[in-house]
């Protein structure tokens, strides 16, 4: 959809209705008008539905782009369109965990209807006590096992650009499809 002109969209504020009565009858002012009205009356239903231009369920699909940019969120164009809308209806919460666990799943579940488990290279620990054993030294890598929720299968590629685009830079990152979540029967690797 564009917001340019658009062929029969009435305005809902007709200048020739607004001119002096000398120029209500005046075909030439009236024409004119028309004319400008004719330009104006998609700028007024953009102005008078500015409201659902910032709910993402509510926004005109090349909207969308725009404010996925304003709310600081990848949305992208390849994905099905209720997917870019849930990404930006989901910004606060993404941005919340991002950089953790939790939020690679978030991502993944939302953007390619995947289940996931993350298994961490280690590294790090926290105890409420003085002197804990120190953690393992970090593997280096990120193991990431997906296996199909929403979808019957699960493609790799797009499985691994989501996980490099939210894995740190120093590790490695690998991905595991599997058939069904790890603890049930059917969690064998594919």
Do not use: K
Not at 55 to 74: I, K, S, Y
Not at 179 to 186: E, I, T, V, Y
Request: net charge negative; with cysteine.
């Amino acid at each position: 959809m564009t917001r340019a002109a658009i062929p029969g969209l009435p305005s809902r504020h007709p200048i020739g209705e607004l001119l002096p009565g000398l120029y209500a009858d005046d075909d030439l002012a009236q024409r004119f008008t028309a004319g400008l009205d004719t330009v104006l009356a998609p700028v007024f239903a953009t102005l008078d539905n500015l409201p659902a231009y910032f709910q993402p369920h509510l926004a005109p699909a090349d909207f969308l782009a725009w404010l996925a940019d304003w709310v600081a969120m990848e949305a992208d164009p390849a994905w099905p369109e209720e997917v870019r809308r849930a990404v930006v209806l989901r910004a606060v919460a993404l941005h919340r965990w991002r950089g953790t666990g939790r939020g690679l799943q978030e991502r993944l579940r939302l953007v390619l209807g995947v289940g996931s488990e993350i298994v961490d290279g280690g590294g790090v620990a926290w105890s409420t006590s003085p002197g804990p054993a120190l953690p393992p030294a970090p593997a280096g890598e990120l193991l990431v096992r997906v296996w199909p929720e929403r979808t019957s299968e699960v493609d790799e590629e797009q499985v691994l650009a989501v996980v490099r685009a939210c894995c740190p830079v120093h590790l490695g990152c690998r991905v595991e499809i599997l058939q069904g979540p790890p603890d049930s029967a059917g969690g064998e690797e594919s």
